[in-house]
């Protein structure tokens, strides 16, 4: 280690015990799930302690006794999870399903993409890359949300945990780049989703340092709030006596991670819910092992089925992605996704670079020199092993360079999730037909188009080889017959051949984990997110979602949760103030 990375890891220590106050406090407020009764008893029980749940159960708790459930462990104390540095380490952790208590919790869909969820307090803000954008305007309308109630609950999460994108020589560039590949106006740093290119916010802060949905927590109301880790939620249970009525939600079905059964039941009494935030995958699972679904799919499960609904697990959507890898004769900063281009052809282009990415890709599950379906546990081995055995001085080289990607921002295409056991820690069967609309297809096309000017860039010719090294070749030796323009290691279509430029595009194709739906608006829950056809039962969180928001998600999803929050408190004051005034 050279001085100047010796210094650098001695401030990180510095700023670490600095920060160690609110990790402690965090902690007290946490507690595994073993420490629990087998039977309790709260107002409001939220099931899944991710990036919306965590908001919605801290809003809450202002008012009322709740209880969140979350199947993973706390974030705090994981260097992996709290600085940026640790990012490829923490995706590439546990590649199998089998360590419950990795925060990470592996899955491939049936398209053969490999995909990752959270399994830890914070949710998916714990694992991913940080980078925090709202929604635009139109979004906000189409869902039916109230501007200024959506303003509030944006700036409620951001006081909390945004701070501006850091802002590197490659991540200026690549800004630069943007808007001379006229992806334009440059509109500067901005929370907005709108066209050009712009500097974003990030969880991560000034000084790497990331503050997930679990820091919300911090404001929530101790006395009020409950928050168990390793609590793995099996079912949901219902009512059903009244045949009259719907079923209502009476409480939750827990296990510990000694495998003890806990009972979470509603108090009796008025308005009382359970509030399903398990996410894009967990939500319409646990929804089906509780008896909501198609009733014809449940019984291939012996589940017992209250409502017939097939929507759920229906329109499962992931935007796809393809990406280029830029090997750079320059230093580089280690970053993630700061900076954005919003074209108005429907991709957006992000970059990340340095930190060993290029060679951890493959065991972060990025391995897009395959096809889908040909990135197999093993190849992905035996490409990590070539990398490994490369010299020294060409991995050094390799370190040095980073990864462009362009988004299809609204894909058409989408799939479903169905059980594949009864099992809640098993993943389910999930299938997301990237690419199966053509639309799709040229809206990646229109993306390389973008890409391919960006490498033409003045900005960005510091950051890439103008000849091909060897290194290409050592990276991607099956490309070594294409046809194509190979720049320094970014293969590329070269766009004459529509056909050829398609099948890239499908062959290449991996996720930026935007993987939404599966509980959507209106068809599984209402304006309100109360699922349809049973009481007491709302879902909040991105499986809600018809589309991504925002240029990446997570703002949206915390805002969500806080937004819900807030207007549960609101409709619960008024109902209250009815019935008082009759009685
Ligand atoms: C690797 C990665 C990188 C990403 N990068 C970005 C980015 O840079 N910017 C951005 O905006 N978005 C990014 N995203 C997307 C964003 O993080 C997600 O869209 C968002 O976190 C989803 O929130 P959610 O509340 O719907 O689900 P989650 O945050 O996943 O929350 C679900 C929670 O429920 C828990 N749970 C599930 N089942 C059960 C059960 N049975 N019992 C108890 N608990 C359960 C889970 O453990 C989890 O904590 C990224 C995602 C990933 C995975
Ligand atoms: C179910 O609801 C009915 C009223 O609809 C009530 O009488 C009964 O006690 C409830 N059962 C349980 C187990 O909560
Ligand atoms: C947990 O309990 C269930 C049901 O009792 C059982 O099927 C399962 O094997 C147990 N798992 C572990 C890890 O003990
Ligand atoms: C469902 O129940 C039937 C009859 O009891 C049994 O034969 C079958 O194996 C069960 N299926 C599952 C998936 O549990
Ligand atoms: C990259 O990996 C090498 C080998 O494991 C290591 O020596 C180096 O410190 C890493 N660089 C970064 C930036 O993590
Ligand atoms: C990697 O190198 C080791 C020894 O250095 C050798 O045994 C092994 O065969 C190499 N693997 C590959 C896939 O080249
Ligand atoms: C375009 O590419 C496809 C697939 O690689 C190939 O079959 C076809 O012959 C090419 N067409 C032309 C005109 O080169």
Redesign the pocket.
């Known amino acids: 280690m050279g001085l100047p990375a010796m210094a650098i890891v001695l401030l990180m220590a510095l700023l670490q015990t600095g920060t160690a106050a609110a990790e402690t406090r965090a902690f007290s407020k946490a507690r595994d799930a073993i420490t629990e009764p087998s039977h309790a008893q709260y107002e409001y029980i939220v099931?899944?302690?991710?990036?919306?749940?965590c908001a919605i159960a801290a809003t809450l708790s202002e008012h009322y006794k709740v209880l969140l459930?979350?199947?993973?462990g706390t974030p705090y104390g994981n260097p992996s999870i709290e600085r940026l540095e640790g990012w490829a380490d923490l995706?590439r952790d546990d590649p199998t399903e089998s360590s419950e208590r990795s925060p990470i919790q592996a899955f491939r869909s049936a398209d053969g993409v490999h995909n990752?969820?959270?399994?830890?307090?914070?949710?998916?803000?714990a694992?991913?890359?940080?980078?925090?954008?709202r929604a635009s305007d139109a979004e906000v309308r189409a869902a039916g949300w109230k501007p200024k109630s959506v303003q509030e609950a944006y700036e409620w999460v951001e006081e909390r945990i945004a701070s501006p994108a850091s802002l590197g020589p490659w991540q200026k560039a690549l800004k630069n780049g943007l808007v001379q590949a006229g992806v334009t106006p440059d509109n500067g740093l901005t929370y907005e989703h709108i066209q050009g290119t712009k500097l974003g916010h990030s969880i991560f802060d000034a000084q790497g340092r990331r503050h997930t949905?679990a820091d919300l927590l911090f404001s929530a109301n101790d006395e009020l709030l409950t928050v168990l880790t390793f609590?793995?939620?099996?079912r949901i249970i219902f009512n059903v006596s009244d045949e009259n009525k719907q079923p209502r939600a009476t409480g939750v079905e827990?296990t510990d991670s000694r495998n003890a059964t806990h009972f979470a039941y509603l108090q009796d009494g008025f308005q009382n819910e359970v509030i399903l935030?398990?996410?894009?995958l967990?939500s319409p699972?646990?929804l089906l092992l509780s008896g909501i679904g198609s009733c014809e799919h449940l019984a291939e499960f012996n589940i017992t089925c209250h409502v017939d609904l097939s929507a759920v697990g229906a329109e499962m959507v992931d935007n796809p992605i393809n990406a280029i890898v830029l090997v750079s004769p320059n230093p580089l900063e280690t970053s993630?996704?700061s900076v954005a281009g919003i074209t108005h052809e429907g991709v957006v282009i992000e970059g990340a670079s340095g930190g060993n990415w290029t060679w951890q890709w493959p065991g972060m599950g990025q391995l897009n020199i395959f096809p889908p379906l040909e990135r197999s546990v093993e190849m992905i081995s035996l490409v990590q092993t070539n990398l490994q055995n490369l010299s020294s001085n060409t991995k050094e080289q390799i370190d040095q360079s980073g990864f462009i990607l362009s988004k299809v921002y609204d894909p058409i295409s989408s799939g479903t999730l169905r059980l594949k056991s009864r099992d809640?820690s098993q993943n389910p069967y999930v299938k997301f037909n990237y690419y199966t609309h053509p639309r799709d297809v040229e809206t990646c096309i229109r993306g390389v188009k973008y890409l391919h000017k960006l490498l033409q860039t003045p900005a960005f010719q510091g950051f890439r080889y103008t000849t091909v090294t060897p290194i290409i070749a050592l990276l991607y030796p099956e490309l070594s017959s294409s046809e194509g323009e190979r720049t320094d290691g970014a293969y590329i279509p070269d766009l004459k051949n529509r056909t050829e430029t398609a099948n890239w595009c499908r062959d290449t194709v991996t996720t930026?984990?935007?993987f939404?739906g599966g509980c959507v608006l209106g068809k599984v829950v209402d304006k309100r997110y109360r699922v349809f056809g049973v009481r007491s039962l709302r879902v909040v969180?991105?499986?809600t979602f018809t589309k991504?928001p925002?240029t990446?998600?997570?703002?949206t999803?915390m805002m969500l949760?806080r937004y819900v929050g807030v207007r549960m408190l609101k409709d619960r004051k008024i109902a209250e103030e009815t019935v008082n005034s009759r009685n």
């Open positions: 099931v899944g302690g991710g990036t919306a749940g459930l979350e199947r993973g995706l990752r969820r959270a399994r830890v307090l914070g949710g998916g803000s694992i991913n890359a940080g980078f925090y954008n949905a609590a793995s939620a099996q827990y935030s398990a996410g894009a967990g699972q646990l993630l996704i809640v930026i984990w935007h939404h969180d991105g499986s991504s925002g990446n998600p997570q703002a999803v949760g």
